[in-house]
Structure formats: structure tokens, C-alpha cells
């Protein structure tokens, strides 16, 4: 039985698989040959967000700008690199529907330059 650092990435993925079409711990370590405490521990990181890149979990506030919001501030700074936050969080309250504050076009756009 192989334990959870173990696993490669492909069994990970067959784990994560497995159980998301309902499958059972049990099945799914047999299946994987792996230990059932792997499979636990394997499917409750990938839920929490720490094997797949995911953005956020599934608590807290809801998010002041959507992934179009930030697509849009992206174009926003991209055809103007000298726009300062207000500029850009007036021509993000344009045509919204949810208007957003200059903090958070401010923090959003320092996110965006640092990927």
C-alpha cells in the first residue's frame, strides 16, 4: 500500500475521479492500491483547494469582482499603462451592473502584476 507523498500525480487524479463519481474510500484504495487514510487525505486537499490551483475556497465574503471583472481590468490597464486607480475605477463603473471600489480595482490590478 502506497502512502499519500507516494501517489503520483496520475494516481491523485484517478483518486479525485473516483471518488467525485461516487465511489467509496474503500473502492477507491482498491482501486488505486493504496491505502484508505491516501485516499482521505488525497480528495480533502484537492476539495480545499491545495493539490488544484483553485482561487479560493468556499467560505468567507463573496467576491467584490468576478473572473469577467478582472478579464475586463486586465484590457482596462493593459490600453492604458499610466491610468491611475481612479481612472481605471471609473472605466470599470461604466457599464457595470455592480459598481466596485478604488480599493479593490487597487488590489485586484497589484494581483494581476504579480502573476
Known amino acids: ?3 499519500r507523498r507516494d501517489l503520483s500525480d496520475v494516481q491523485k487524479g484517478m483518486i479525485i475521479g473516483f471518488r467525485a463519481k461516487g465511489g467509496s474510500i474503500s473502492e477507491t484504495a482498491n482501486f488505486v492500491n493504496c491505502s484508505r487514510a491516501a485516499v ?5 486537499a ?3 483547494g491545495t493539490i488544484q490551483n483553485q482561487r479560493r475556497g468556499t467560505c468567507g465574503a463573496p467576491r467584490a469582482m468576478d473572473d ?3 478579464r475586463r ?3 482596462c490597464v493593459r490600453a492604458n ?3 491611475t486607480v481612479e481612472q481605471l475605477t471609473a472605466q ?3 457599464r457595470a451592473a455592480k459598481s466596485v471600489s478604488s480599493t479593490t480595482v487597487q488590489r485586484v ?3 494581476l502584476a504579480g502573476h
Request: proline letters at 0%; a positive charge.
Open 1 to 3: 500500500m502506497q502512502k
Open 40 to 44: 482521505v487525505k488525497v480528495y480533502r
Open 46 to 48: 484537492w476539495q480545499y
Open 68 to 70: 469577467r471583472g478582472e
Open 73 to 75: 481590468l486586465r484590457r
Open 81 to 83: 499603462r499610466r491610468a
Open 92 to 94: 470599470m463603473n461604466q
Open 109 to 111: 490590478a497589484q494581483q
